[in-house]
């Protein structure tokens, strides 16, 4: 088990930028960035293979959000920029460290999380 906690959330106008961190006790092969909106499912942002660096994300965030990792400090990061209102959410960071048999969008790939950080984006 890994234990994650994230930071970097909070309040900008639309169009603006934020830097989300997410620091595990220790090196994971499969991590990820999922945000939930009040009223919504948990819905996948991005996505990293960390042994290889591969990425994957979500149509709408693609060209916008940037996910990287320093593995020397087993921390994730997501940049977010020219953030949009309907980018408003509690952002969470997931990992696992076998592969499951789902997809990485499906929240049952991953089988740890953290708190979530929250990202506000007003208009």
């Known amino acids: 088990q890994v234990h994650l906690v994230e930071s970097g959330g909070g309040s900008v106008q639309s169009g603006g930028s934020l830097r989300l961190s997410c620091k595990a006790t220790?090196?994971?092969?499969?991590m990820g960035w999922f945000r939930q909106a009040p009223g919504r499912e948990r819905e996948s942002v991005a996505r990293m293979i960390t042994v290889d660096g591969r990425t994957t994300y979500a149509d709408s965030v693609k060209g916008r959000f940037t996910i990287s990792r320093d593995n020397a400090k087993n921390t994730l990061f997501l940049q977010m920029d020219s953030l949009k209102p309907e980018d408003t959410a509690m952002y969470y960071c997931?990992?696992?460290?076998?592969?499951?048999?789902?997809?990485?969008?499906?929240?049952?790939?991953?089988?740890?999380w953290g708190q979530g950080t929250q990202v506000t984006v007003s208009s």
């Open positions: 997931a990992a696992a460290q076998e592969w499951r048999p789902y997809p990485w969008s499906d929240p049952k790939h991953y089988t740890d």
């Open positions: 220790r090196y994971t092969v499969y």
